[in-house]
């Protein structure tokens, strides 16, 4: 179906990445979830066709990658397996942030050396007393002569240990608003890791706590200016709810409908195909209209959010968590419905529509939870109607 919201360097850079997609991500899937294994083979390959850098200037080897490109690589990345979604998201959301929110030595600081090897990031907000409230964070960058001081730790870091740049929101002071953004090498002294944590799916990330010791932080990485944090995170970071989150579900959603209607056309029982019968073809169509649907939210709200970046309104903003809370839910409900249709089959892991069940959950729960999602919305409706 030709899609209205991608112009022609958009359709070309998605079939590229789907051929990369398939080719090179889709054939590891059931062996690294199967064995908790990160596919690091594939993260030199992933630099060579340059979809590493995408989110960086031509100057640092990117393309300058909009959302809706982002979301675009994602959605093919998440079709063939969903692990490689948040491993790659966790490398272009710090770019991008680096990109808006940075200043111009700062980027030439950071991605001159992220560029210059296959480098992978880490998007680090979380702490072991919170994942919503992100106000109560703890870690702290403190100013001493002529660099910062950073100390805390971090919980839950996808890439965590494997990243050779960290992306931390931090706190810089008392105040409410007392918020910074830095990125530092995997090589600051200071740094260590915590254990590598089992998960129900993306059994192939890896994950775990980074903790920073009296780390020393040259002003050359910071993300703008000490006390720009909390914007950054609400109005710049938030957005790859849409085009990182959303985006990477729709592509879960998208492979358990593809399974479901191939295996529904060829299945037969009671001398037809099953998916002739009311009961599973009426199951294919709902599946095939949430499917559809939350595509077109996700390019909109990417449209909306290009536009809008480098400072997004509330307004977008309230749409973007509308579309990360629908694109995780119909990801959760499409699979589901996968297995059903699949009966048997669909438990087992064959036809790998069960590990999409298990990874569409995270979904629900990272990058902001599908709750705090409806509570940014409720608040907007609210705000605007009251
Ligand atoms: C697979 C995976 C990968 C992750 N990767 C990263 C990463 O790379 N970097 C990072 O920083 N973090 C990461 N996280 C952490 C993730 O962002 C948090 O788990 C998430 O924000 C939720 O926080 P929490 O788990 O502390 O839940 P809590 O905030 O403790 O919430 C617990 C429950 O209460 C609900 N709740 C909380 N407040 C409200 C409210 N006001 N109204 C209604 N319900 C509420 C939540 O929705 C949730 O259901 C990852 C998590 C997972 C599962």
């Known amino acids: ?40 083979e594939l993260v030199e390959p992933l630099f060579e066709a340059g979809i590493l850098t995408m989110p960086m200037s031509e ?101 965590g240990g494997v990243a050779d740049w960290y992306l931390i929101f931090t706190k810089c002071g008392d105040g409410k608003d007392d918020f ?38 040259p002003e050359e990485y910071l993300v703008g200016k000490p006390g720009d944090g909390w914007h950054t995170l609400d109005r710049v970071a938030n957005t790859m709810r849409c085009w990182g989150a959303a985006s990477i579900s729709v592509g879960i959603a998208r492979s358990a409908f593809e399974v479901a209607a191939r295996y529904a056309a060829e299945r037969e029982a009671f001398g037809k195909p ?27 709200t990417n449209y909306r959010v290009d536009l809008e970046l480098p400072s997004v309104s509330a307004n977008t903003m309230a749409q973007v968590s509308m579309s990360k809370y629908t694109a995780s839910d119909t990801a959760m409900s499409v699979a589901t419905e996968a297995v059903q249709i699949l009966g048997g089959y669909g438990y087992m892991q064959e036809y790998q529509v069960e590990r999409m069940i298990r990874d569409a959950k995270a979904f629900q729960i990272l990058d902001g939870s599908n709750e705090i999602q409806r509570l940014i919305l409720s608040r907007d409706i609210l705000r605007e109607y009251a």
């Open 59 to 159: 100057e640092f080897g990117g393309i300058n990658a909009n959302t809706q490109t982002l979301s675009v690589v994602l959605e093919e990345v998440g079709a063939a397996f969903a692990t490689m979604g948040p491993v790659l998201l966790s490398t272009f959301s710090p770019i991008k942030i680096v990109a808006m929110a940075g200043q111009p030595h700062q980027q030439k600081a950071i991605f001159s050396q992220m560029s210059a090897k296959p480098s992978l990031g880490a998007f680090c907000l979380s702490e072991p007393h919170f994942g919503s409230d992100a106000r109560s964070m703890k870690t702290s960058l403190v100013k001493k002569g002529d660099h910062y001081v950073l100390n805390g730790t971090k919980r839950w870091i996808t890439n």
């Open 274 to 300: 099953i998916g002739k019968f009311q009961g599973v073809g009426f199951k294919l169509a709902d599946m095939a209209r949430d499917l559809r649907a939350t595509q077109l939210l996700i390019r909109d």
């Open 180 to 217: 910074a953004v830095c990125m530092i090498p995997a090589t600051s002294k200071g740094i260590s890791f915590g254990k590598k944590e089992k998960k129900m799916g993306l059994r192939g990330g890896p994950m775990c706590d980074v903790i920073f010791e009296d780390v020393e932080v």
């Open 1 to 40: 179906m030709e899609e209205v919201y991608f112009n022609d360097e958009i359709v070309e850079i998605r079939d590229m990445v789907r051929r990369f997609a398939q080719d090179k991500i889709a054939p590891l899937a059931v062996e690294c979830d199967e064995a908790e294994r990160f596919p690091s």
